[in-house]
Structures are given as structure tokens and as C-alpha cells.
């Protein structure tokens, strides 16, 4: 069975860090681009980062630029996505996608995890 399943998340203070995880099961993530998108109440899916399969090109949108880290081991078959110096406006459920492109579009990415609360409050 085809399987994402992130992890990680949870409350932490403005300025603190998290690293949360997207671990595959059932197939390959080396041979994929990966996503990381959040999504907040009321907001629409954002694209916040994304690697490639082939030379672990990375991207990110400009309000993670700087602070947010994507890597992968692809011995674990996961994707990882570590953040720094978190702002309030990061609170969010993130999830993980599996695409053939390093883009941050949603509708580019064809599997989805069910997602990880992110919550940055003091």
C-alpha cells in the first residue's frame, strides 16, 4: 500500500524550530520530487518548498527563504523539511507530495500525505 506520512509537528514558540518528516512506504521516493505545502484556516494551499529527484535541486518560496531547509535520504526513504526562526504566520497543517517536477504548484503534485499541525504561539 502507497504510503505518506509526515510527522514532526506541533507548538513551539516564535523563534523556535521544528523538523518535520515525510516518510514514504510502498515505493521509492528517490525517483520523485517532493513538496512541502501548508495550508492555514481560511487560506489556500501554499507551495513552501520543494527537491528534485535527480541532483537534490531545491526550491523555495520567498516567505520560508533563508529559515526553511528541505533534504532528503533517500536510504530512508524520507523527505525532511527543517525550520527555523518560525513566525506566527507559519502556523499551518503541512503536508508532504510526491510530483515529477520542482515546482511549487499544488495541482503538479499527484499523492499527498495527510498532513502535520504546525502551531507557532507564545
Known amino acids: 500500500q502507497l504510503q505518506l506520512v509526515e510527522s514532526g509537528g506541533g507548538l513551539v514558540q516564535p523563534g523556535g524550530s521544528l523538523r518535520l518528516s515525510c516518510a514514504a512506504s510502498?515505493?521509492?521516493?528517490?525517483?520523485?520530487?517532493i513538496g512541502w505545502f501548508r495550508q492555514a484556516p481560511g487560506k489556500e494551499r501554499e507551495g513552501v518548498s520543494c527537491?528534485?529527484?535527480?541532483?537534490?535541486?531545491?526550491y523555495y518560496a520567498d516567505s520560508v527563504k533563508g529559515r526553511f531547509t528541505i533534504s532528503r535520504d533517500n536510504a530512508k526513504n524520507t523527505v525532511y523539511l527543517q525550520m527555523n526562526s518560525l513566525k506566527p504566520e507559519d502556523t499551518a497543517v503541512y503536508y508532504c507530495?510526491?510530483?515529477?517536477?520542482?515546482?511549487?504548484?499544488?495541482?503538479?503534485?499527484?499523492?499527498w500525505g495527510q498532513g502535520t499541525q504546525v502551531t507557532v504561539s507564545s
Open positions: 507530495a510526491v510530483g515529477f517536477r520542482l515546482v511549487l504548484e499544488f495541482y503538479e503534485y499527484d499523492y
Open positions: 510502498g515505493f521509492a521516493l528517490d525517483y520523485y520530487a
Open positions: 527537491i528534485s529527484s535527480s541532483d537534490g535541486s531545491t
